[in-house]
């Protein structure tokens, strides 16, 4: 089964400074990745997805991925911070057999002015 | 084009009784997911529907069950609610099953059960 990490449950970073948000995952293929990001009393927004076409995923509002097959990580970053950034953030990988999404435990981003 | 509602955004329930949640898949789609997002953790995968026919669940018991109807929209029932079903339980669409199909989120139900 897959299934995913993420480092930090809580990252705090000065308003304009660099945003990294740590994704190892397991998987015996392949995988299908995905960051969303959850604001409060809200729902997942996707922010960017890693389908094998190109290893640096952009997304929305500036934030990217790179994907590391040596590595097993799909870090994403964002070069300079902003207070709208302040959200949770969840890594996850698809199953084989389809959609059916496996979600790490998130971090949540403060960002201070 | 109008997104993935749920209904309702919060409910309070005492232990033993039943609930349904209500979703509104996107306009477009044919998949609909569950997911129950206890506090401090991420999202956990209840099962998913396609086309009407369930199509893959998560380890959840028996008393959780669904149903899709023919437009697309979907419930979600919980039977003999225990104190541990308190969490956010979000419905999710995409257009189709495939693995790198995108889910598009509701703002789910906040569940409490007390």
């Known amino acids: 089964a897959q299934s995913v990490t993420q480092l930090g449950s809580h990252v705090s970073v000065s308003e304009g400074a660099l945003v990294l948000l740590r994704c190892n995952y397991s998987s015996s293929v392949p995988p299908y990745l995905f960051w969303y990001v959850q604001y409060p009393n809200q729902g997942l927004q996707l922010l960017l997805k890693?389908?094998?076409?190109?290893?640096l995923v952009k997304g929305i509002n500036g934030f990217e991925a790179e994907f590391k097959k040596s590595e097993t990580s799909f870090h994403l970053t964002k070069p300079s911070a902003h207070m709208s950034d302040a959200a949770e953030y969840f890594c996850a990988v698809s199953e084989i057999d389809g959609n059916k999404l496996v979600f790490g435990a998130g971090t949540i981003l403060r960002v201070k002015s | 084009e109008t997104g993935v509602t749920q209904s309702p955004t919060h409910l309070i329930k005492t232990r033993g009784q039943q609930v349904t949640l209500r979703c509104s898949s996107q306009?477009?789609?044919?998949?609909v997911s569950w997911y129950q997002q206890a506090l401090g953790q991420g999202p956990q995968f209840i099962f998913q529907y396609y086309r009407e026919e369930e199509n893959g669940r998560g380890n959840f018991p028996p008393r959780f069950s669904g149903l899709q109807f023919p437009n697309y929209s979907s419930e979600l029932n919980v039977n003999a609610l225990e104190l541990d079903d308190s969490a956010l339980y979000l419905c999710?669409?995409?257009?189709?099953?495939?693995?790198?199909?995108?889910?598009?989120f509701g703002n789910g139900t906040r569940l409490t059960v007390t």
């Open positions: 306009s477009g789609h044919n998949t």
């Open positions: 890693y389908t094998s076409a190109a290893t």
């Open positions: 999710a669409s995409s257009p189709d099953s495939l693995s790198n199909s995108p889910l598009h």
